[in-house]
């Protein structure tokens, strides 16, 4: 079992930046691949970002197109959290951002397959113009 829990989420304007965090326990992040999704209200979720890391070390990261260049995934494996920093934000940021977990997620999810053993709450990001 894992268990994630976002944070940071808030209310900001527009060419604001946030951070989201998304603690996991239960489990070391290395096993999974970890992602972020978004959904706004009256949209289905959508992927937005993950992280994959491999046996070697290296990681591999994928970004929906809408928000590539804005958001940077990165993760810190010795505190089991995984981030997703977001730069000038844009009303059609506002959504609540859910983080997940999947050993088969990565290229899955950025090909449109969104299923996920674990998904935190979600944090709620709105912005204003």
């Known amino acids: 079992q894992v268990q994630l829990v976002e944070s940071g989420g808030g209310a900001v304007q527009a060419g604001g930046s946030l951070r989201l965090s998304c603690a996991a326990s239960?489990?070391?992040?290395?096993?999974?691949?970890m992602g972020w999704f978004r959904q706004a209200p009256g949209k289905e979720r959508e992927f937005v970002a993950a992280i994959r890391w491999t046996a070697y070390n290296t990681y591999y990261t994928y970004y929906a197109d809408s928000v590539k260049g804005r958001f940077t995934i990165s993760s810190d494996n010795a505190k089991n959290t995984v981030y997703l920093q977001i730069l000038s934000l844009k009303p059609e940021d506002t959504a609540v951002y859910y983080c997940a977990a999947d050993p088969r997620g990565g290229s899955m999810w950025s090909q449109g397959d969104l299923r996920s053993d674990y998904w935190g709450q979600g944090t709620q990001v709105t912005v204003s113009s």
């Open positions: 239960g489990r070391t992040l290395s096993r999974y691949a």
